[in-house]
């Protein structure tokens, strides 16, 4: 569904559970078919997938950690947050924090953010 998977994705996950493995890859999923433009860059520095918008740029990335996943936001701190779902303190970055736990926040929050930072 949602394409090539990049070089060194599966690496970015190997040392995850099976169930963050999973999550990883549906958050994927769901982005790029919200957002089929975007792009992806495994990051190996910060383990994470990036997503590129051909005009914006950098707009965040997927970080797999043990018990859940971020997805981080470049200007994370520039976002409208009307759920109040957007952690962090810093003066960019904001993430929306994933667990295989069903809840808050959805997929339909993940794209809802996403496609806040791709207008901003």
């Known amino acids: 569904m949602a394409g090539t998977l990049p070089a060194d994705f599966d690496d970015?996950?190997?040392?995850?559970?099976?169930a963050i493995a999973a999550l990883t890859r549906d958050l994927r999923e769901a982005i790029l078919r919200a957002r089929p433009e975007l792009s992806e860059r495994v990051y190996k520095g910060r383990p994470g997938?990036?997503?590129?918008h051909p005009v914006r740029g950098y707009v965040g990335?997927?970080?797999?950690?043990?018990?859940?996943?971020m997805m981080g936001f470049e200007w994370g701190a520039d976002l409208p947050?009307?759920?109040?779902?957007?952690?962090g303190a810093g003066r960019r970055l904001r993430y929306?924090?994933?667990?295989?736990?069903?809840?808050?926040?959805?997929?339909?929050?993940?794209?809802?953010?996403?496609d806040r930072a791709v207008r901003s």
Not at 81 to 87: F, K, R, T, V, Y
């Open 12 to 18: 970015l996950l190997c040392d995850h559970t099976d």
């Open 49 to 52: 997938l990036g997503f590129h």
């Open 61 to 69: 990335a997927l970080f797999p950690r043990d018990g859940d996943v």
């Open 81 to 87: 947050d009307p759920h109040g779902l957007l952690e």
């Open 96 to 114: 929306l924090r994933f667990t295989p736990a069903d809840g808050p926040p959805t997929r339909e929050h993940l794209v809802e953010y996403l």
